[in-house]
């Protein structure tokens, strides 16, 4: 077993000829033209040929406008896109000519620019963003819409260093995945370069930019916090631990090889928690609680430079690689940071996230499996927590069999040192893994492991893991007396009090508790509320379990303050379940539909098209 920097098998999400071509390098050099919400420029494709015979180079696009292909800058080549596949968009097919059948390695100089519903970028206008006088734009890559940003080999088992050039308005500032090189140039006084390297080979989908009224405050001797002026500070303040993560990090899988790690704090339309994004994670403004409770988003994300984007799933297929690793990761840094019990409450609440997600599906879909098949399917539709926490729960059930972290953590550092910089199938890992402990499988420790069933069956896993219940067991008391209480014992013994120790995730536990149970009374939400006056909460995901509580119930009451919620920000986590809860909910099917239509505009194209399906529009 051989896993290899550059896939070289099928790749179900990509129509690029993968097996053809094999990506060394991409340089693009783009400007974004704000007024007609457009990126343009061009893209320098460096290849090496994989197949003798090959005589066309086929790329990934979507939605792009392409002008010229040049071969080596000078050979104009023929082109031509073709119809556009609903999921994976339209395939650009390059003819090479006769004289080129014998060239190893060439580069493509292609010329285009992207539309204006790219389904990549969001472009935001001054009046979307936190200081009102100037547009921001961001991208979002993963998991195949890079493609609708340039054209690539957008498969994430190809993996290739890349360079940038970021023309914009003058005033503003351009980020990218990537490090920055020499000053920005600005040429012509209107508009201003900047330059950037990534030299570690990463997928198309951690390509990523960002350009606004940008500025950065350091959060330790490799980060910095970067944000508009009046949200840095905030930022600067919620993510103050980041070089204790990192370091952390390093201490359990090795050295970080991509020098700095700077977190990117973007506007309340960014789609997810947070984006791996090299160099620059990309976080959503829905962590700042104040009290750096929703900050292991960003324990995550570091964690991700070693598990995803030093070691990467070949093909979306085994997403599970990237997050359920990086899911254990994550737990592991926070176990480390403040106490085992800690990692076992997260893990805690990913338990009842994995049963969501697979509740939310058909029974028995095939997309509740840890590796899915993903023929015909678009990525986006098969992602859900299943990967994330079915993958922790493997690993941590293999630790369990092994009998304790430690021999996990010895394996932890051999995986990113036998995978670094390449691109890894499931059966692959699974190979590696029994080689590590070869001794321990001659023994018998894996005899009770039913790998198939794991990897290949949709639903809960089994068997039911045994997390440490102490840092649960008050919610968990406390959610029972709620459940048992009703309006004749007047709701005697409920105080503040009760809550007033609470860490946020043990509320966040309390409210899953009931949200487990059958929908409580108009009478005792009131009473609930008036008690610990949750609909005031500005913690996201307080606020989260405590709206989806309501609308369990119908309860009319919280109604604007979904609206008020889904309106805000536009992570996906917090939008689509609250709106498909709106959306059933006796009262409020219209509301769901109306809000939806009237504030679309607001959100990344990712999220809107996903709103747009659960709400059958
Ligand atoms: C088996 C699943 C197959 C493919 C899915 C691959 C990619 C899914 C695509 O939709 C992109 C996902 C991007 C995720 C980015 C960050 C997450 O960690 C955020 C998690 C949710 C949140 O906290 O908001
Ligand atoms: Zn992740």
Redesign the pocket.
Known sequence: MTPTTASNTHDPSSQANITAFRTRHIALDIALDFARKVVHGTATIDLARLDANAQTVELDTRELTIASVKLNGVAELAFVTGDAHAVFGSKLTITLLAEHATLQDFKLVIAYETSATSSACQWLAPEQTAGKQHPYFFTQC??IHARSLLPCQDAPGMKAPYSGKVTVAKGLVALMSALPTGDAVSADGQSTTFSFDQPNPIPSYLIAIAAGHLVSVEVGPRSRVWSEPETVQAGAFEFAETEQQLATAEDLLGPYVWGRYDVLLLPPSFP????ENPNITFV?PTLLAGDRSLAD?VA?EIAHSWTGNLVTSRT??H??LN?GFTVYVERKIVGRMRTEQHRHFSAIIGWKALRDSIDNYPADSLLTALV?S?DGVD??D??SS??YEKGFNLLFYLETLLGGPEPMERYLKAHCTQFAFKAVTTAEWKDFFLSFFAEEAKRGVFDAVDWNAWFYTPGMPKPEPKFDQTLAERSAALAARWTQADASSNYAGFSVDDIADFASPQRVVFLEKLLLENPLSEQTLDKMDATYDFTASRNSEIRFRWQSLCLRASYTKIFPHVVDFVTSQG???FVRPLYRALFNCDKAGDLAVTTFQKHRHIYHNICASMVAKDLKQ
Do not use: C, I, N, S
């Open positions: 993963q998991a997810y928690g947070g984006m959503t988003v995550h979306w297929e997403f599970w997050e899915p993903l990525p986006d098969a992602f299943v990967p992570r996906m986590k």
